[in-house]
């Protein structure tokens, strides 16, 4: 009896009170309007509405409620102080450093959500109509949890000094291209009208309207359509990284860039019917002053007797060209579509069919009057991971080659304008380098191209 009474002295003074006495997980109860709506916690499916989930104390916890048809909800669990963890001051220090470390130092609060969802029209996200904001409604709100160790302390104090440090490098930059830009006006030449002169006739870059472009870059609207398909059926087969390429650009343009509305077709979504409808509501809606960005990442096909290539879609379960979208409509939808820019990216086999035609583009200079000459003029340009040949679905941490490139690219930009030559000159030699294909970029022939670019806004 006296051993007893002193292992169980031992483990008290010794082990975490909250760890042993409410432990590391927690059943939090979630139901929706409608119901039967799909349980995701920290991007895993767990479970259907009404539904009770075991979830751990530890990390941030994110649940998202989806349901087709309506508008998905992301939010995360709140929680509290677990009082019980306040029993380890009465032995050692180690027991509050065990239940840090399992998580048990939080309990949640509230156990119960119920969520409405909102209808969803045609797939498509509207938001209001700030182009700094996005769709703030669907970004997660976060809180910030209780820093209780000085290392998490020191941690945010590091990235504070580190965001100040950006910011003043950022004005320091903006001085010093303001200063650059003066000081070329001042020793360009002028005619006594106080305009430009050149050796010649007039302006040698009157046809490409560049004279004409002004200082001020409006900006107007960003549109995305991510269209991604893993799921195929019949004579194809389905592929494995597609889908997750698509969410995860998705993801970044609504984090890091001023994305107003997004349009997604992902798998079952995305039948041949859905996507041109999608293609036909931007030609209908999309202003002259918007920009479009355009993703596709699925199977491609080409016809070497008909010479034409296109994109296949879910529910193209046979080799018929029937069931296809022919590149030709694509660029028929491109050239309707009122935008000042348009920037299709494609992930598929044989997709630099959708280059036809000599073209020209304006030569990248990294600097303010550049980017306002390439944001002033029209662009249709697109970004292939390959020409007429075969591109991998299997690649480097769950994306293909060509996806991993382009998601990096994208991630690692710090620059607040950061154009698509930009980003393929990123992505070009390092998918050649680990691939057998060869990614193109070039305007659209026949779509309105004027040697402008699509550029990325950072937030």
Not at 10 to 38: H, Q, R, V, W
Request: glycine letters at 8%.
């Amino acid at each position: 009896m006296k051993a007893l009474s002193c292992f169980v002295c031992a483990a008290f003074l010794f082990s975490s009170c909250a760890t042993m006495f409410t432990g590391t997980k927690e059943t939090i109860t979630f139901n929706s309007d409608p119901s039967n709506a799909d349980v995701y916690i920290n991007g895993v499916y767990r479970d259907k509405t009404p539904c009770n989930v075991e979830i751990s104390k530890k990390g941030s916890t994110i649940a998202t409620i989806k349901l087709e048809g309506s508008q998905e909800e992301t939010f995360q669990l709140d929680k509290k102080i677990n009082p019980v963890t306040f029993v380890n001051l009465l032995g050692p220090i180690i027991g509050i450093v065990v239940d840090i470390a399992t998580g048990a130092i939080h309990t949640y609060q509230p156990k119960f959500y119920n969520t409405s969802l909102s209808s969803k029209q045609d797939g498509i996200t509207q938001s209001d109509d700030n182009p700094g904001k996005g769709l703030l409604s669907q970004v997660v709100k976060t809180k910030a949890e209780i820093r209780l160790t000085e290392a998490e302390a020191e941690k945010t104090k590091a990235e504070t000094a580190k965001i100040l440090a950006d910011a003043e490098k950022a004005r320091a930059e903006a001085t010093l291209a303001e200063a650059e830009k003066a000081k070329k006006e001042a020793l360009a030449p002028s005619s006594a009208a106080g305009q430009t002169q050149y050796r010649g006739g007039g302006d040698p870059l009157k046809g490409l309207n560049i004279s004409e472009a002004t200082n001020e870059m409006i900006r107007g609207n960003y549109y995305a359509l991510l269209v991604g398909i893993d799921k195929y059926q019949g004579e194809w087969s389905p592929l494995k990284n597609a889908v997750n390429d698509a969410r995860v650009i998705e993801n970044l343009l609504r984090s890091n860039y001023g994305f107003n509305q997004f349009i997604t077709l992902y798998d079952q979504e995305a039948t041949r019917t859905n996507v041109i409808k999608q293609l036909e509501w931007l030609v209908e809606n999309v202003q002259e002053d918007d920009n479009v960005f355009i993703y596709y990442s699925g199977h491609g096909e080409y016809k070497e007797n008909i010479n034409k290539g296109f994109w296949v879609p879910y529910d193209a379960s046979s080799k018929s060209v029937s069931g296809y979208i022919s590149n030709n409509d694509i660029q028929a939808f491109l050239s309707g579509i009122r935008s000042k820019h348009t920037l299709l990216i494609s992930d598929a086999c044989f997709s630099g069919d959708i280059f036809r035609g000599n073209t020209m583009a304006v030569p990248f200079e990294n600097s303010e009057k550049y980017y306002n000459k390439v944001h002033h003029l029209a662009s249709r340009k697109a970004i292939t991971s390959g020409g007429l040949e075969p591109v991998m679905d299997g690649g480097r941490e769950g994306h293909s080659v060509f996806a991993y490139y382009l998601i990096k690219s994208l991630r690692n930009n710090s620059s607040k304008y950061y154009d698509a030559s930009q980003l393929f000159h990123d992505i070009k030699i390092p998918v050649v380098n680990n691939s057998e294909q060869s990614p193109r970029f070039e305007p659209i022939k026949n779509t309105g191209d004027e040697g402008g670019q699509f550029i990325f806004i950072k937030q």
